[in-house]
């Protein structure tokens, strides 16, 4: 096997790394964000300087039935796995932005922190997570994307033109409306399980760079009454500049609440919300105002370190935010007690829903979640110690289970046993030995 590696690497651009290098493999292992991946030792890291390593890549692994992972930030536990070759496209992170016709081709390996800088030095920019280590291939493939901006401007994949994509043949094609518009319909929602996407063209849309933004905070005594009052002040503002983040972060000593809120309307506009928010909930600190939108998504990263041992469940999108809900989640927090194993974690109710997002229709989308949706919870649950990892893990399925009853069913309002038919004919044409399953909606194609 090294001296397939040996010949592969002569093929190639990129730099392979195996575990005959063991200081150079082990910084490979060990960079990755979510400690829960250094355990895993995969049989090599390639990483890949452009789009004619992947396709040789991609051939070398299925020529040699090698398992496949796709990497750049290492936020995924699907990013690294045992025995597998690991593709790193974090090399692979340019944005080029056309200013005249509002279009950015963005790398495969490009992070949210390198598109937000690139695009809003026009005042440009796309709706994008609340992490600026985020990997936007992953979020727009994945989970369609959302953020701040999802009300305002949809989700991520909606905002896309074009995919340059890797198939499992190692062939590279362009997946648009008009080629392969087909497929362009599953990769926005369910883009993983169909190769590995080199670029992505997206339609840019026009936003001041200057937003007003910033967090607010709480002590948990009053949390459950701030989530409320937070809650029905954005249903009753009804304006789709305006989203909130409402964070539960468990610190060594306890919970706290925190509220970020970001409004992407006129400053005066976004002055008057901040001013009735403060009015409205009475923080103990607070820290919002006109701030520069790429920093204000930068400031999140404090709560979300690198190298702890995170597990997340996919949590659930929801019409309302039911008082039970938010009962459900705090009594589910409330269990936690003086036992500070889950230190670090952060659940989220976030109100990023119901705006331009829920316009766009099942035939235009795989992404399942349309048409009601306006809330996301879910949850970080994270621990420094290897030990309390199992307990994170039964802490973070009971959240998940505790309102599983409330959550919309995927492709709610629309036909889901077609809609699955048809990604799985469309696995079955493009990935038929299923080479791409290493991800977080995987489908399953099988006759």
């Known amino acids: 096997m090294a001296q397939l590696f040996s010949d592969l690497e002569q093929d190639i651009k990129g730099k392979i790394v195996t575990a005959s290098d063991e200081f150079a493999y082990e910084n490979e292992v060990n960079k990755s964000w979510n400690a829960v991946n250094r355990n895993r030792r995969p049989l090599a890291f390639v990483k890949v300087k452009g789009k004619e390593d992947v396709k040789k890549i991609v051939r070398f692994c299925a020529k040699h039935e090698l398992e496949v992972c796709v990497y750049n930030g290492g936020t995924s536990a699907f990013c690294m796995k045992d025995e597998a070759v690991v593709i790193d496209l974090s090399?692979?992170?340019?944005?080029?932005?056309?200013?005249?016709?509002?279009?950015?081709?963005?790398?495969?390996?490009?992070?949210?922190?390198?598109?937000?800088?690139?695009?809003?030095?026009?005042?440009?920019?796309?709706?994008?997570?609340?992490?600026?280590?985020?990997?936007?291939?992953?979020?727009?493939?994945?989970?369609?994307?959302?953020?701040?901006?999802?009300?305002?401007?949809?989700?991520?994949?909606?905002?896309?033109?074009?995919?340059?994509?890797?198939?499992?043949?190692?062939e590279l094609i362009k997946v648009s409306a008009d080629e392969h518009p087909e497929l362009f319909w599953g990769m926005k929602g369910h883009g993983s399980s169909f190769g590995i996407v080199t670029s992505m063209k997206f339609q840019l849309n026009v936003m001041s760079s200057q937003v007003v933004a910033g967090s607010m905070y709480f002590p948990f005594s009053r949390a459950k009454d701030v989530v409320k009052m937070s809650r029905d002040y954005s249903v009753e503002a009804d304006d789709n500049c305006l989203s909130f983040y409402m964070l539960i972060h468990i610190g060594p000593t306890g919970p706290e609440m925190i509220v970020r809120v970001h409004y992407s309307g006129t400053l005066r506009r976004g002055g008057e919300i901040v001013q009735d928010l403060v009015d409205l909930t009475h923080p103990y600190k607070?820290?919002?105002?006109?701030?520069?939108?790429?920093?204000?998504?930068?400031?999140?990263?404090?709560?979300?370190?690198?190298?702890?041992?995170?597990?997340?469940?996919?949590?659930?999108?929801?019409?309302?935010?039911?008082?039970?809900?938010?009962?459900?989640?705090?009594?589910?927090?409330?269990?936690?007690?003086?036992?500070?194993?889950?230190?670090?974690?952060?659940?989220?109710?976030?109100?990023?829903?119901?705006?331009?997002?829920?316009?766009?229709?099942?035939?235009?989308?795989?992404?399942?979640?349309?048409?009601?949706?306006?809330?996301?919870?879910?949850?970080?649950?994270?621990?420094?110690?290897?030990?309390?990892?199992?307990?994170?893990?039964?802490?973070?399925?009971?959240?998940?289970?505790?309102?599983?009853?409330?959550?919309?069913?995927p492709f709610d309002g629309g036909d889901a046993e077609q809609i699955m038919d048809k990604l799985k004919r469309l696995k079955q044409q493009y990935d038929p030995n299923n080479m791409f399953h290493n991800n977080f909606v995987p489908i399953d194609g099988s006759e």
């Open 286 to 409: 607070f820290s919002c105002g006109p701030v520069n939108h790429c920093d204000f998504q930068k400031q999140g990263d404090l709560l979300l370190p690198s190298g702890r041992f995170n597990y997340n469940v996919p949590g659930h999108i929801l019409s309302e935010l039911k008082d039970v809900i938010i009962d459900n989640i705090f009594s589910c927090v409330e269990d936690i007690g003086t036992d500070h194993f889950l230190a670090g974690t952060i659940v989220y109710m976030a109100e990023n829903f119901g705006g331009k997002d829920c316009e766009v229709g099942y035939e235009e989308s795989s992404f399942p979640f349309r048409n009601n949706a306006r809330y996301w919870i879910g949850i970080n649950a994270s621990t420094k110690k290897e030990e309390n990892f199992e307990a994170v893990k039964d802490w973070g399925n009971h959240f998940q289970d505790i309102n599983s009853e409330y959550g919309i069913p």
């Open 91 to 170: 090399t692979m992170c340019n944005v080029q932005v056309d200013a005249e016709n509002k279009t950015a081709i963005i790398e495969g390996g490009a992070k949210v922190a390198d598109v937000n800088e690139a695009l809003g030095r026009h005042d440009f920019v796309i709706p994008l997570g609340s992490f600026s280590q985020l990997g936007v291939a992953g979020m727009t493939l994945n989970t369609g994307g959302q953020g701040f901006l999802s009300k305002r401007f949809g989700m991520t994949c909606d905002n896309v033109l074009e995919f340059d994509l890797v198939l499992a043949s190692g």
